[in-house]
Structure formats: C-alpha cells, structure tokens
C-alpha cells in the first residue's frame, strides 16, 4: 500500500497546480488574453547555429537593405 499512498501524495500537487493555471487562464481570458505557447529552434544547439550562418550567409545583403528601408518607411505612420 505505500506505493498507492506515494501515487496519491504526487497526484494532489499535481492538481493543485492544474487548478491554478486554469485560474490564471481564467484571468487573462476576462482582460481579453490568451495564452499563446511557441516551439523554437533552441539557439544553444551547434547544429541550429550552424544552420542559421548558412542561411545568414546565403542572404542578399542589398535585399535586405531594401527590405530594412520598407520597414522604416511604415514606421514612419506610427510616429503620427
């Protein structure tokens, strides 16, 4: 029966901790929120580094100017 006792012991935190982020949920759903969960790649991992210096490096950098510029031209409607 321990065993029973030490699965019980788990299960109520477990519970607990289930019914306060619905809670938290809750709350945010009445300010108008929502929880939004992303999956990225993990900037720690060599092989996801070296992956993005490849595709860094495969860039046209006069592109990417042009694409920087666009960007500050619509900026510009937010200063109003």
Known sequence: MP?????AKCIVPLVAAAERMKA?????????LREL?????DARSKAIRRRVAREVAGLDPAFERAVLGWIEALSEFDRG
């Open 3 to 7: 065993y029973i006792s030490i699965i």
């Open 24 to 32: 938290m949920r809750d709350r945010w759903r009445a300010h108008g």
């Open 37 to 41: 969960r992303l999956v990225v790649p």
